[in-house]
């Protein structure tokens, strides 16, 4: 078959605009929905409502809602994994370390409902994600718990499990967004703000660091409460 080279009509540009905005609302809707329904609680219907078009859209878009959830799914997976490229043979640890909660806790704040989508995924047997939980994501685990060993290996932190220790990490950092109603209701706070949750990450940083005989980090400038 011969590919056709003829330039694009003037408003292809538009058209793919339209077309990415549509999905990105899609996404952002069905995120939503998965975290609070579930995959088998969820519908296309409740989906459309969300992101404010048409079911048709949905379809055209996706085919069906099991494609839908996939697609949240890789969304959220290429969100969860690239923070831990922070993670390298030649980096800091504490520097590394930082950047990777930091950023693993901001993902929480920001972006709770993603969280437990996967969290959700993960409780109901994981069959959409089996794959890349037995393949890619254990590949990963292996490479990065070899950078750790390293460090260790080079006395630039303390002898830890480097595969439970980034367990550790994964639980402690989702656990304020998986868990964030019982946060929420512990600390008596109707929700969480930017200045919660810099005040959380910092004393997350000190407990994980401190674990791995690495030093603190600075202090940094506290949100004030505008930027909630």
Not at 150 to 170: H, K, S, T, Y
Request: charged share 25%; net charge neutral.
């Amino acid at each position: 078959m011969t590919l056709k080279t003829d330039p694009a009509p003037p408003d292809a540009a538009p058209q793919g605009r339209i077309r990415r905005e549509n999905v990105e609302r899609i996404l952002k809707a069905a995120e939503a929905v998965f975290a609070e329904a579930g995959c088998a609680g969820a519908t296309m219907a409740d989906i459309a409502d969300k992101a404010g078009l048409p079911k048709a859209n949905l379809h055209y878009y996706f085919g069906t809602k099991e494609d839908l959830y996939r697609a949240v799914l890789d969304n959220i997976l290429r969100l969860w994994l690239a923070p831990i490229d922070a993670l390298t043979p030649d980096a800091d640890p504490a520097a590394a370390l930082t950047a990777y909660i930091t950023t693993k806790m901001e993902a929480s704040r920001t972006r709770a409902q993603a969280s437990k989508v996967f969290a959700n995924e993960i409780l109901h047997g994981g069959a959409q994600i089996e794959r890349f939980l037995s393949d890619d994501l254990r590949r990963l685990v292996d490479a990065k718990a070899a950078v750790i060993d390293g460090w260790v290996a080079e006395g630039r932190m303390a002898p830890v499990d480097a595969r439970q220790f980034l367990f550790m990490i994964w639980a402690v950092t989702q656990h304020y967004a998986d868990f964030d109603v019982q946060v929420r209701k512990v600390l008596g706070r109707r929700t969480l703000t930017r200045q919660d949750f810099a005040q959380i990450t910092a004393e997350v940083l000190r407990m994980i660091l401190r674990a791995a005989g690495l030093p603190e980090p600075a202090p940094s400038p506290t949100p004030s409460p505008t930027n909630a």
